[in-house]
């Protein structure tokens, strides 16, 4: 992870006589339109509660935890596309709503009384999930990468 400091050292000598590539200041905006203001942020957590749940080699078991919810995720990678199974623990209420995340496709899911949600046909490459409660902030997975 980049630092403060360093970041602002690299932005200070970007300033010179170069101006910045066209793609740099694109990704830029594209890595920004991907927040969630307000958002807060489940951290990668050890998922060694989650026994059980098979992890053989297409299968990527994730778990992400903040106060006040805990998401398992397992994740499929088949045909080169993602699927995406997860539960959301405690349930998170009525009209609750998730967002599966790619760079370029948002899936919106409903969760079921259990707090399992699905979404397949996902590409590889970078994903998260966002949960999305009434009468609450929204809670987003960090993002993580999945590779074929």
Not at 34 to 57: C, M, Q, S
Not at 87 to 104: F, K, M, N, Q, W
Not at 118 to 123: K, R, V, Y
């Amino acid at each position: 992870m980049i630092n403060d400091e360093y970041f602002l050292a690299a932005l200070r000598l970007a300033s010179g006589n170069d101006p910045i590539p066209g793609h740099v200041s694109s990704s830029a905006r594209d890595a920004y339109g991907l927040r969630v203001p307000g958002a807060v942020t489940a951290a990668p957590a050890d998922r060694g509660a989650t026994r059980g749940v098979r992890d053989d080699e297409g299968s990527h078991l994730v778990r992400f935890v903040t106060e006040g919810l805990t998401f398992d995720l397992e994740v499929t990678i088949g045909d080169g596309l993602i699927d995406v199974a997860g539960h959301v623990s405690p349930y998170p209420g009525e009209g609750a709503l998730i967002d599966v995340r790619t760079p370029h496709l948002t899936l919106t899911r409903r969760i079921t009384n259990s707090g399992e949600f699905a979404a397949t046909g996902l590409p590889p490459g970078w994903l998260s999930v966002v949960c999305h409660r009434p009468g609450h902030k929204a809670v987003q997975t960090r993002w993580v990468r999945i590779r074929p």
